[in-house]
């Protein structure tokens, strides 16, 4: 008797738990009961509120749905634009569950299968805006209006899945990889470009400047070797002048210094031979009379 009575009050207070559930706050919670969701008299179905709640045990479900607001944020994709260009957009979307009913009949309750669906729409509305628009008018200033029109179609057919769509946001928008890397390499090109014809004129003037460098040399060089002649002239004019006043003045004085000059020259080394006759007038001022004189 003391075991069935224990029995019984260990089966009263399962199920007494198994009627009781928390909903915690951030939350919404609906019960659905064989599969079908619970509604009240008007046919409105019942949203538990934050706190604690009963249901019947074993027959009802409780299935949990968040009614915090919510962020999306996915991998970029690719969008065509009016001119037939391809633009990578990344994108995020900010969205709650308003109708918990119709979120749990068309998502079963699944937040990851609402954000398939809702990213398939938000997409649908940026490639239909991205598409009526160049890359101009998309990046000069028409972003905001892209995103306001691309907000209010998301919105539209998020409502069939019991969503609201609070704000849609281009975070980014870039060229995809091959297009950039091609405009980098032709914007290297271009660069590369200017620069050998900068180098080119660069080498065309230090050219210019080092053959009107080259000719100034040349001149200056040319002058200074007429001026050197010149003055090379003029002194032996000058020193020719002074041996004829010299030589004019004591004729047989300057043959004298000259021939020692030329004794001297001659006889300056002692291995030196020469072949000449006695009588030549290289020896005339040392013969004995002309030294007498």
Do not use: C
């Amino acid at each position: 008797m003391k075991n069935f009575i224990i029995a019984i009050i260990i089966a009263v207070a399962f199920i007494v738990v198994s009627a009781l559930f928390v909903v915690p706050e951030g939350q919404r919670a609906i019960v659905t009961q064989f599969g079908k969701i619970q509604r009240n008299d008007a046919g409105e179905v019942v949203v538990y509120q934050p706190g604690l709640h009963l249901k019947i045990p074993m027959i009802e479900v409780v299935r949990k749905l968040e009614a915090r607001v919510l962020t999306l944020d996915d991998q970029p994709d690719r969008f065509v634009t009016a001119e037939k260009k391809d633009l990578l957009v990344d994108s995020y979307v900010k969205w709650r569950i308003n109708d918990f009913g119709t979120f749990f009949l068309t998502t079963g309750g699944i937040t990851s299968q609402a954000e398939v669906l809702l990213k398939q729409y938000i997409n649908n509305g940026l490639r239909t805006e991205f598409g009526a628009r160049t890359i101009q008018e998309i990046v000069s200033g028409e972003r905001s209006q892209l995103m306001e029109s691309a907000l209010a179609q998301a919105g539209a057919a998020a409502t069939e899945l019991g969503i609201e769509v609070i704000d849609v946001r281009v975070k980014q928008i870039n060229l995809p990889t091959e297009i950039s890397e091609s405009i980098f390499a032709r914007m290297r090109a271009e660069r590369k470009a200017v620069a050998d014809e900068h180098r080119a004129r660069g080498r065309e003037q230090s050219e210019i400047i080092r053959a009107d460098v080259d000719a100034r040399v040349t001149v200056m060089l040319a002058d200074a070797e007429r001026n050197s002649r010149t003055e090379r002239g003029q002194g032996d004019a000058s020193a020719a002048k002074i041996y004829a006043e010299v030589f004019n003045a004591n004729a047989e004085f300057y043959s004298f210094v000259r021939s020692l000059e030329a004794y001297k020259n001659s006889f300056n080394n002692k291995n030196d031979i020469m072949v000449i006759q006695p009588d030549n007038d290289f020896f005339k001022y040392m013969k004995s009379d002309k030294v007498q004189n």
